[in-house]
């Protein structure tokens, strides 16, 4: 079962570091990550998400596998299976780069927007969707960042463990 943990900083750039923080301890095993997405609310007030994970990009690529697979298959039963395959990779890169782009895989970015809106202007928020991650590993990297836990579906004492381990940054003097 994954875990979404909502984490807010105080600056907009914040929460990129915090997420390629991740992705390197996801390099490292210590973390494993469904979704991750960056919120970002803007001096004017607007919201600007950033996903991790590219569903087009994605899309394609598998779209295109499956699509030239076919397509040669296809075009044996024609004697032309180089055009099959051609033609295969075509249709399927582009019918799975639409699917990748229309699917909303992990977290639902309504719900990422609606919490965005209630930050305050010139701040940004990560929000993990985490299949797995070592706290006692894991947190001592993110501390150095600071920030808030807004929301998360962790147990209460893990959901105590980050609060203090994100907070006491900012309480401790500098």
Partial sequence: MS?????????EDTADQAL???????KEYIVELEDAVVAVRD?????????????AATGALGGATWGMLMGTLVGLLFLNPLAGMATGLAVGA???ALSGALADYGINDDFIENTAKEFQPGTSALFIL????????????LKKLGGKVLKTSLTNHDEERLKHALEDLVAAPA
């Fill in 130 to 141: 985490a299949r797995r991650m070592n706290f006692d590993k894991a947190l001592p990297e």
């Fill in 3 to 11: 875990d979404l943990i909502v984490v807010s900083f105080s600056s």
């Fill in 43 to 55: 001096k004017s007030g607007k919201v600007h998400l950033k996903q991790a994970v590219n569903l």
């Fill in 94 to 96: 582009g019918a799975g």
């Fill in 20 to 26: 390629n923080k991740l992705q390197a301890l996801q």
